[in-house]
């Protein structure tokens, strides 16, 4: 059996252990947003006063235990604490605790042991479902998560700094049968939007949000027969995201290039291997075109597809994922303007960032555990 646990060092990535989560202090209301974050030891709480008049101070109402204590400060003040041991830490604003209940709570715990690569085979560079939606809902320069839940279709937006959940809303209810495939912004309103496909029919549509909000929609192209939509990425450089469309069939990929929902024209893509599924899409190589991020479920090997436009120029092996988990997203998580992997266990709902150097596997971490019912992956 392969070794799936690197040493012990190598589960405390500096740069998931050195995380800043901010935390908006009166948001137009007597609260902190979001009220409760959990992290890691080492990592740090920036309070950003969003109004006037309130202080950040550690303990309960006419209790305070002298860990913490901003002062009270006005709009656009800020104030940090970082916490290096593990345990609940409660606090409250001095003039409002206890009258309006303006309370908080930092919970910092022990990251858990993050799954490090397998011994890597060489594949010989498939079957996909389609990627899932990363991007950055709340404008921080972060990517989120979205999740569905398949019972009710509803979705979510996580709000992560890096691979911290730092808070969440509800997003749009799916329509059934529609799936989603992927988030890009295709109004160019600054905002990402929800591709969706409807595998019956063949047909898409876009629905358009503000932040979480649903506020349009509009039909996308129909499919031709035996084609799916997959993902979504800028290959001519317009700025504008465009289709990759899927046939399972011939294991054929397309691009289709968009102008916001109407179709301009197509180019085929490179055939993707028997076993091999479509995974991501992102500048793996900078050198400004989106790449093909390959991952084969039955041996567990990840391969990066480097293109240019619709045309492959290369190909790199990438690390091998532990038994049980999945690559499902890429997406570049520590700002290091190079995209990494994210990964999900579907038996534990736990997730993992596998920060990566182009196709090389660097270090990673461990996400939050989606709730049951809710998953990150296609559907």
Do not use: E
């Not at 974050?37 to 006063?49: K, L």
């Not at 950055?136 to 992560?160: C, E, K, M, S």
């Not at 479920?297 to 994922?321: E, F």
Request: glycine share 12%; aromatic share 12%.
């Amino acid at each position: 059996m392969a070794v799936i646990f690197a040493p012990l060092l190598a589960f405390f990535p500096t740069v998931a252990s050195a995380a800043t989560v901010t935390v908006m202090v009166g948001p137009n209301c007597l609260c902190f947003s979001p009220s409760s974050v959990t992290i890691h030891p080492g990592d740090t709480v920036q309070w950003t006063w969003s109004s006037t008049g309130h202080s950040t101070t550690s303990g309960s109402p006419g209790m305070p235990n002298g860990i913490w204590d901003s002062g009270i400060l006005n709009q656009g003040a800020t104030f940090s604490h970082t916490f290096n041991s593990v345990g609940s830490f409660p606090y409250y604003c001095t003039p409002h605790g206890a009258c309006c209940n303006m309370r908080g709570t930092v919970t910092v715990s022990n990251p858990t042991p993050t799954p490090t690569p397998s011994s890597t085979p060489t594949p010989t560079p498939g079957v996909t479902a389609g990627t899932a939606a990363v991007a950055d809902f709340n404008g921080d320069g972060h990517p989120d998560w979205v999740l569905r839940n398949a019972g009710t279709r509803q979705t979510a937006i996580w709000y992560l700094n890096n691979n911290v959940l730092i808070g969440g809303a509800f997003g749009p209810t799916l329509t059934a049968g529609w799936g989603l495939r992927g988030s890009a912004d295709f109004n160019s309103d600054g905002h990402p939007d929800y591709p969706l496909f409807a595998l019956s029919t063949r047909q898409t549509a876009l629905w358009y949000l503000s932040g979480p909000m649903r506020i349009g929609t509009a039909n996308g192209p129909t499919l031709p027969a035996g084609w799916a939509l997959v993902a979504t990425a800028d290959f001519n450089g317009n700025a504008k995201p465009d289709y990759v469309l899927y046939n399972a069939g011939t294991r054929q990929t397309a691009i289709w290039y968009m102008n916001n929902n109407v179709f301009v024209s197509g180019a085929f893509g490179p055939i993707l291997p028997a076993g091999w599924g479509l995974r991501g899409v992102a500048d793996f190589n900078s050198d400004s075109h989106p790449d093909y991020a390959l991952f084969n479920s039955t041996t567990r090997q990840t391969a990066i597809w480097y293109l240019s436009g619709p045309t492959r120029i290369g190909t790199a092996n990438g690390p091998t994922v532990p038994a049980g988990w999945a690559l499902v997203a890429t997406a570049d998580f520590n700002g290091n303007g190079k995209p990494d992997y994210v990964l999900y266990n579907a038996g534990t709902r736990q997730t993992a960032i596998w920060y990566m150097n182009n196709n090389v596997f660097v270090s990673g971490a461990f996400g939050p555990t989606l709730p049951a019912g809710w998953s990150l992956v296609a559907q």
